[in-house]
């Protein structure tokens, strides 16, 4: 008898929950993007489910409130994929950091959770694979009921979390490509900054990248920095050119998000350590690793040292994640370099994205938490630096074409002050 289809397994394990329950569906390369599919030609598995998870712009792409008139979600984030439900009332963001969204995902009400996993081993131990992130705070809720989705496309890498396949209430093997994302071709003014980011990082610098084109151009801009290694959030692509040249390079991840080169190459990789969220972002394990550089973009800085992450033209299209988390822990860092980078302007030039004052909704990093900001133009650090200090070093680094506007600028501010 051939086993039960994806509809029909989560069917039967919804049927164990309440009416309305609230469930957990992973994130990034994690996402069981195969039962959207299922319950997209079957609505009604989604009718008054709330769907719980951290989905990540860029990375994950479904809109679960979405799925049927009767559903709603919780998440963190709010890519233009999911605006439609945000719109509509149906998700609800709660502005958090990473490190916040492990303890609310370790105790807010929950009934139910899926994740997508690798199929047992012969001692029946299953792995997160790729994507382990906040499993753990998910599998350590003893009494909560998990459908684990048994992928064989999800590498059971050799160092990722485990679990044995029991504390499962349920199993089905869904087949499904993992998601990708592909590296982009990046502008010019990514190379320049990835040139001054990577002359900023400490001997033997343990590295934190966020997502996107930064990540992208810095670490190819590393790739000749011998006695580097890396502990980040996410990895990407690049990350298995510099396991192939650099044999010294140790990696600790909380997901890795690329093409399937990058999963086939991590494999079997030994020197990759997948982790989760409670030991990748929070503050008091970054502060225990000397050097730790963090290295990530936002979409404007103010001539405060503010940086805004989350909103362009006073939408949100983003969320924090895990911004702020980096940065204190590389204050805390023995040795610790915290760098925020940008583009200096936006479209094609005509708008500065170092600007004179932040809108009043978009303050995602404050400027206590700003150290190193870095442009194609240059990199100025603002720890230390006075009001005016920050704004002069600010300006040196913006486009040239706005520097006499924002300076003009500043002068009015300052004199309101």
């Known amino acids: 008898m051939a086993a039960p289809p994806l509809s029909a397994k989560f069917a039967a394990f919804r049927k164990s929950l309440p009416a309305k329950p609230r469930i957990y569906i992973n994130g990034c390369a994690g996402e069981a993007v195969g039962l959207a599919e299922a319950m997209a030609d079957a609505p009604e598995l989604a009718a008054g489910v709330t769907f719980v998870g951290a989905w990540v712009p860029g990375i994950n792409l479904t809109d679960w409130a979405s799925l049927h008139a009767e559903a709603q979600a919780e998440t963190t984030f709010l890519p233009p994929s999911l605006r439609p439900s945000f719109e509509d009332g149906r998700t609800r963001i709660l502005p958090m950091a990473y490190s916040a969204t492990w303890d609310w995902i370790r105790t807010t009400p929950l009934d139910g959770a899926v994740l997508m996993v690798s199929p047992p081993d012969n001692d029946g131990n299953i792995s997160l694979g790729i994507s382990p992130d906040f499993g753990p705070a998910i599998l350590a809720r003893t009494n909560l009921p998990v459908l684990g989705i048994l992928n064989p496309q999800m590498p059971a890498v050799p160092n990722s979390v485990t679990v044995h396949q029991s504390r499962f209430a349920a199993l089905v093997e869904h087949e499904r490509a993992l998601i990708e994302v592909a590296p982009q071709r990046l502008a010019p003014g990514f190379q320049r900054i990835a040139a001054h980011v990577a002359g900023l990082v400490p001997e033997r610098g343990v590295l934190q990248f966020g997502i996107g084109n930064v990540q992208q151009a810095v670490l190819a801009a590393v790739s000749g920095l011998r006695g580097v290694s890396i502990h980040s959030g996410i990895v990407s692509d690049p990350v298995a050119d510099l396991l192939d040249t650099d044999d010294t390079l140790r990696v600790a991840t909380g997901v890795a998000v690329g093409t399937k080169r990058l999963y086939d190459r991590l494999a079997k990789e030994t020197r990759v350590r997948f982790l989760?969220?409670?030991?990748?972002?929070?503050?008091?394990?970054?502060?225990?690793?000397?050097?730790?550089?963090?290295?990530?973009?936002?979409?404007?800085?103010?001539?405060?040292?503010?940086?805004?992450?989350?909103?362009?033209?006073?939408?949100?299209v983003s969320g924090t994640g895990g911004l702020t988390d980096f940065l204190r822990g590389?204050?805390?860092?023995?040795?610790?370099?915290?760098?925020?980078?940008?583009?200096?302007?936006?479209?094609?030039?005509?708008?500065?994205?170092?600007?004179?004052?932040?809108?009043?909704?978009?303050?995602?990093?404050?400027?206590?938490?700003?150290?190193?900001?870095?442009?194609?133009?240059?990199?100025?650090?603002?720890?230390?630096?006075?009001?005016?200090?920050?704004?002069?070093?600010?300006?040196?680094?913006?486009?040239p074409t706005h520097q006499a506007a924002l300076a003009n600028a500043w002068d009015e501010m300052r004199r309101g002050m």
């Open 330 to 399: 590389a204050r805390a860092s023995e040795g610790g370099v915290g760098i925020t980078a940008l583009l200096s302007t936006a479209q094609s030039g005509a708008v500065s994205r170092i600007v004179p004052r932040l809108p009043q909704v978009a303050t995602s990093v404050t400027r206590a938490d700003m150290d190193w900001v870095v442009t194609e133009h240059g990199a100025v650090r603002l720890h230390g630096l006075d009001l005016d200090g920050r704004a002069s070093a600010l300006i040196s680094i913006a486009d």
């Open 276 to 316: 989760p969220v409670s030991e990748t972002h929070f503050v008091h394990k970054l502060a225990a690793i000397s050097r730790f550089t963090a290295i990530n973009s936002v979409i404007e800085v103010d001539l405060f040292g503010q940086a805004n992450a989350e909103f362009i033209g006073g939408r949100q």
